[in-house]
């Protein structure tokens, strides 16, 4: 598939079947991970794997947003490994989110669907995983393939005009 239509294609999953994922399709999902671009090539992505009852149980008690899927990932980064510019942004999250879209595009490919989910309680997934004081929680990842039931949102196809998106040279004749 070209990855235009892969992109356009792909969309955050609600329904999920509870059929695991194999573990060759989840190390392709992972390892698509470890070689997206962070700042200055720091790499301070952080992935934890929950794919256990127990742990999964764990992932409810901090979220409401699992959808039934067999995998999730908690999607942090080692803020004393990311790169920061304080007049511009801090680049683990930058970075964690570069590293989860190329993730969910993966899976995407493999016919394995995802959802970045923000609604957490970043204290209780702490809590439940022991996550160190030095990970910043940014997301959970739900994975897993879709029920029969499933499909895009409503407003899936609908994004705003290039025009309105994009500008050339002069930003302020364009933007107010």
Not at 19 to 38: C, F, H, N, S, W
Not at 89 to 114: P, R
Not at 135 to 154: F, K, V, W
Request: net charge negative.
């Amino acid at each position: 598939m070209a990855f235009l239509d892969l992109a356009k294609s792909r969309y955050s999953e609600r329904r999920f079947a509870p059929d695991p994922i194999e573990p060759e399709k989840l190390a392709q999902i992972l390892e698509a991970g470890r070689v997206a671009p962070t700042a200055r090539n720091l790499q301070p992505q952080r992935i934890l794997v929950v794919q256990s009852a127990e742990g999964l149980a764990k992932i409810d008690r901090a979220s409401k947003c699992r959808f039934g899927a067999p995998t999730v990932l908690v999607l942090t980064y080692d803020m004393t490994v990311a790169s920061h510019n304080p007049d511009v942004v801090d680049f683990g999250i930058v970075d964690t989110s570069i590293v989860a879209t190329h993730m969910m595009l993966q899976a995407s490919e493999l016919g394995i669907h995802s959802c970045w989910v923000g609604l957490i309680d970043p204290s209780e997934l702490r809590r439940q995983f022991e996550i160190p004081r030095t990970h910043r929680i940014i997301s959970i990842m739900p994975l897993g393939y879709p029920s029969e039931e499933s499909h895009p949102a409503h407003l899936h196809d609908e994004s705003i005009p290039l025009e309105q998106m994009v500008t050339w040279e002069t930003f302020a004749d364009h933007c107010g």
